[in-house]
């Protein structure tokens, strides 16, 4: 069972940073797409931004030029730097890793933004 710890969340004034972390269980980290995603309990849970095995990247358009994903296969962990947040950022934080059909889940990182 392949699993995902995130970590990272916390309490931030407006305009300030976070960085999320996720790590992967998984010894084969290297060939799995990951993506962060996040759910308010007034929202749906949507993509935030994506990296593929190949490290192809995608970002939701609220957050361009605002975050950044990335990854390090050796520590099979992905990263979300999140700067200048907004009060609209705040949501738990979730992390998959995909491969094929295959799609596993972390529980969830809270980040609360303050105005």
């Known amino acids: 069972q392949v699993q995902l710890v995130e970590s990272g969340g916390g309490l931030v004034h407006t305009g300030g940073s976070l960085r999320l972390s996720c790590t992967v269980s998984?010894?084969?980290?290297?060939?799995?797409?990951i993506a962060w995603y996040r759910q308010t309990p007034e929202t749906q849970r949507e993509m935030v931004a994506r990296i593929t095995r190949g490290e192809d990247i995608d970002y939701a358009d609220s957050v361009v030029g605002r975050f950044t994903i990335s990854r390090d296969n050796t520590q099979r962990t992905a990263y979300l730097q999140m700067n200048d947040l907004k009060p609209e950022d705040a949501a738990v934080y979730y992390c998959?890793?995909?491969?094929?059909?295959?799609?596993?889940w972390g529980q969830g990182t809270q980040v609360t933004v303050s105005s």
């Open positions: 998959s890793a995909k491969l094929y059909s295959q799609d596993y």
């Open positions: 998984e010894i084969t980290f290297s060939i799995y797409d």
